[in-house]
């Protein structure tokens, strides 16, 4: 696991606060109640992941329209990368599947987060 930047502790806090309606909807709706325990707005390293789920090591990002933007994609992918060699599996997800496929992306990430914990007990 990496250390966090403390500094980063203020804007977590706020990103829990101004949440975006997707997020809401899958962290009061689902993963709030999941039987696993789960975080939201969680520091990694130099990062904070939407939702992060330890005992699995499975972060959730839900993606809105900037995402497909040229810019924030390099972005996108080197921060997967970084949290890839800390052995951490990133699930993404459009703003817009949580919109109109709410149960289906619930049911992936429980199967990813079942599958990972068979795994790791291997």
């Excluded at 930047?5 to 806090?13: E, I, T, W």
């Excluded at 997020?23 to 990694?44: A, G, M, S």
């Excluded at 992060?52 to 996108?76: F, N, S, W």
């Excluded at 997800?93 to 987060?113: G, L, P, T, Y």
């Amino acid at each position: 696991m990496y250390n966090y930047d403390k500094n980063l502790v203020p804007r977590a806090r706020e990103l829990r606060t101004n949440a975006t309606k997707q997020e809401k909807h899958l962290w009061y709706d689902f993963l709030n109640t999941y039987p696993i325990r789960c975080h939201r707005q969680k520091i990694i390293g130099e990062y904070i992941v939407d939702f992060y789920c330890p005992q699995a090591k499975i972060i959730v990002e839900l993606d809105g329209m900037h995402h497909t933007e040229k810019d924030r994609a390099e972005y996108d992918a080197v921060r997967t990368e970084f949290l890839a060699s800390g052995g951490y599996l990133v699930m993404r997800f459009s703003n817009d599947m949580v919109d109109r496929q709410f149960a289906s992306v619930c049911e992936r990430i429980d199967q990813v987060i079942q599958e990972r914990l068979t795994q790791m007990q291997r």
